[in-house]
């Protein structure tokens, strides 16, 4: 007996998928959702495999990982080949090296560290076969304590004797260093509003127009606002090339963002947006419960 269409995709993706469309009419693009290995381990604590986050990922409906790079149990050919041959097992897409590089300092030899960290990491990236590692710009570091620059919303002054604007060159002259390399390899480098120098929208779309290169794009994260988040998402979300979605069930580590993903869902689409959704589970309640729960969510409004 052949099984009948709605049999096989089911009566919600029957609905969602008519047979029949009329000539030039657009179909949606079908927003895909990764998770991040960081949705399981928060920096503290031994760390939890990242082939255990695949395994994961496929189990809940997931179709895709994003790895964090300091969760790599090593990074040698052949733990690079398992973790790839695993996701492709799974039907999973490996879609992001979510990694971590600072370019804010006077010191020429300290940017010179970090560009060639940023350079190992796309060759990395490329043995993995992801097609796009996390950037960060950096931050001066007065503010030592990441708590304490939670408290002033990443608004931290810069080293005595220098301005944001040296800031700002160091940061597009290092990205400068790696496009060669990224572009050779395939890999995008995707700048994020991170906590530092790109804690506001303005800076990171500064840096972004300059680079100006088909090889740097950004990595919009739903969770790293100091101001009301939506009238920033709006600006981001037209040159965004992968979303990470912040969740906080049991309360976040740092702090607790209460976001409506609905309303970002349809920012995303009027702007365009066709990449992933990379959920970061930040919040403080197990994994095992709290990603489930969060995939739900996004579900729901993506």
């Not at 950096?138 to 304490?148: C, L």
């Not at 002033?152 to 060669?180: H, M, N, R, T």
Request: proline share 7%.
């Amino acid at each position: 007996m052949i099984p009948t269409r709605r049999q096989i995709l089911g009566a919600g993706a029957l609905a969602a998928a008519p047979l029949w469309q009329a000539p030039g009419a657009e179909t949606p693009r079908r927003i895909r959702l990764a998770v991040s290995t960081y949705s399981y381990w928060h920096f503290r604590g031994p760390r939890y495999p990242v082939e255990s986050v695949i395994d994961d990922a496929a189990r809940l409906g997931f179709d895709g990982v994003e790895i964090l790079h300091r969760q790599m149990a090593e990074e040698s050919s052949a733990y690079c080949a398992r973790l790839k041959r695993q996701a492709f097992r799974h039907g999973l897409d490996l879609v992001m090296l979510s990694i971590h590089q600072d370019f804010v300092s006077p010191k020429p030899d300290e940017r010179r560290r970090h560009i060639r960290h940023t350079l190992h990491c796309i060759e990395l990236a490329e043995r993995l076969g992801i097609p796009c590692i996390r950037l960060n710009s950096g931050r001066w570091k007065t503010i030592a304590s990441f708590d304490d620059l939670m408290k002033v919303k990443g608004d931290e002054p810069p080293l005595p004797g220098y301005s944001d604007s040296d800031a700002f060159q160091w940061c597009i002259d290092s990205i400068q260093e790696c496009l060669p390399a990224a572009e050779k390899a395939g890999v995008m480098l995707a700048l994020e509003n991170h906590w530092g120098l790109t804690t506001r929208t303005e800076n990171l779309l500064r840096i972004y127009n300059a680079v100006h290169s088909p090889w740097l794009g950004i990595n919009l994260d739903t969770g790293n606002f100091p101001v009301e988040p939506y009238p920033e998402i709006e600006k981001i979300a037209p040159h965004a090339d992968i979303v990470q979605a912040k969740l906080y069930f049991g309360g976040g580590e740092w702090y607790t963002l209460d976001l409506d993903y609905r309303r970002i869902a349809g920012i995303l689409r009027k702007a365009g947006f066709g990449g992933y959704i990379s959920l970061e589970m930040e919040g403080k309640e197990p994994p095992a419960t709290a990603v489930p729960k969060s995939l739900a969510v996004l579900r729901a409004a993506f």
